[in-house]
């Protein structure tokens, strides 16, 4: 089974920068991607960034010059470097696998990292 450990979150002020860690274990390898989604309060989650294997990542359009998607392969480590924090970057935070490589079935998920900006 594959599992999925967010750590990193936490506060900071807007224009602050925090780096938010995933760590998978067990059987996730070959083609796979990870994404990082947030849930701000009282709204849907949302989609951040993706990584696959190759190293192919992806952002949503509010994050981009922002925050930066990287990971470890050869320790299934993925990192989220986020700086240039705003306010509306306030939430949970949630690491995801796919194992199909797509980065569209994400069947995996973590149980999320809180991160709040304030101004």
């Known amino acids: 089974q594959v599992q999925l450990v967010e750590s990193g979150g936490g506060s900071a002020q807007a224009g602050g920068s925090l780096t938010l860690s995933c760590a998978a274990s067990?059987?996730?390898?070959?083609?796979?991607?990870v994404g990082w989604f947030r849930q701000p309060p009282g709204k849907k989650r949302e989609r951040v960034a993706t990584?696959?294997?190759?190293?192919?990542?992806n952002y949503a359009d509010s994050v981009k010059g922002r925050f930066t998607i990287s990971q470890l392969n050869n320790e299934n480590i993925v990192y989220l470097q986020m700086s240039g924090l705003k306010t509306e970057d306030t939430g949970m935070y949630l690491c995801?696998?796919?194992?199909?490589?797509?980065?569209?079935?994400?069947?995996?998920w973590g149980r999320g990292t809180q991160v709040t900006v304030s101004s």
């Open positions: 067990g059987p996730f390898y070959g083609s796979r991607c």
């Open positions: 990584i696959d294997r190759y190293g192919s990542s």
């Open positions: 995801a696998g796919d194992v199909t490589g797509t980065c569209h079935d994400f069947r995996y």
